[in-house]
């Protein structure tokens, strides 16, 4: 538990009941270490660091199993990232060496290890449908890809339905509605450091009960909003992510929604900072939120509570 020091304070669980929090996700000052350091205001703080470097080789299994490789150019490997994640067992991890495939991947009642050399090395795209579909996907982890949907149907271009994995340094983008969905009473993934930018609706999208740990992403250049939760028991840790350039506001909370919200930035929107509607529920409580997160350089202001949050888009 941390508590927020000053005029005004507030209790925060910590970590969530839904699984370990890094301690790095927050700034701890050594001569106090139960309070919470908060990030200062002023000029928000983008973040710059290098992406990763791409990976040559496969890194090693930690489930123990085999390594199966997908390389188009290469016809001693799988031709597509689909075909080797059909003949892979549980303990198995695929490996993508660097191209663009077609493909659609559908992921169900399993673990999955699925790494890319990169994300800016290896990009698969679909036509009819999302590129990506989780469901029910136990543990494991996905790294290193693009997922970009190229159709004109309403389809997103990452679709995580009550699943528990780790998703990191990839990029999901040209989704006709949000770039990833995450949604399912049941749904406790982990997305740290990815991309979500230029997609026909918002970034992130968290509903229908859904508590995922989402940290440190980019969410930029999305028509409606870097982030958006909506309804009752949905409830997401949104750490240190950064929401910038998107058409209307960087982070959306609605219709009973519930959210830790700490440490993000929030600037370069067309509206505001963060939007909420006043019934929900924010860890800082919301007279706090625009001094636990950056929440400057918006031009309509760096927070509002209204009951109409999507009425200049008709809804």
Known sequence: MIVLTGKKTARIMWPPAHGVIPRESVIMPSDQPDEL????????????????????????????????????????????????????????????????????????????????????????????GGPLYLQRVTSGRLSGITFRYVGSDQNSAMNILDSTCTITACRATEGVLSGVVVYGPNCRPTLIDNEVCRNRESGIFVFAG???????????????????????????????????????????????????????????????????????????????????????????GPLTVTQEPLAEIGR
């Not at 000029?43 to 489930?63: D, I, R, Y």
């Not at 799988?78 to 493909?103: C, H, M, N, W």
């Open 37 to 128: 350091h908060l990030p200062e205001q002023g000029v928000p703080q983008v973040s710059t660091q290098e992406p990763p470097l791409p990976l040559l080789e496969p890194p090693p299994n930690p489930a123990g199993g085999k390594t199966l490789i997908v390389d188009g150019a290469d016809p001693s490997a799988y031709p597509r990232p689909s075909a080797a994640l059909k003949d892979a067992r549980p303990e198995d991890q695929v490996f993508i060496r660097p191209g663009t495939y077609e493909d659609k991947l559908f992921v169900t009642d399993r673990p999955i290890l699925l790494i890319g050399a990169g994300r800016d090395q290896v990009q698969i795209f679909s036509r009819r």
């Open 210 to 300: 859904a508590r995922p740990y989402v940290a440190q992403n980019q969410c930029y250049a999305n028509h409606h909003f870097g982030i958006a939760v909506r309804d009752p028991s949905t409830h997401p840790d949104l750490i240190r992510n950064t929401c910038r350039d998107n058409m209307l506001s960087g982070i959306l909370l609605f219709h009973h929604a519930e959210a830790m919200v700490l440490d993000n930035t929030c600037c370069d929107n067309q509206h505001w900072g963060l939007v909420t509607t006043p019934e929900c529920q924010t860890t800082p409580p919301r007279d706090q939120l625009a001094a636990a997160n950056r929440l400057a350089s918006n031009p309509r």
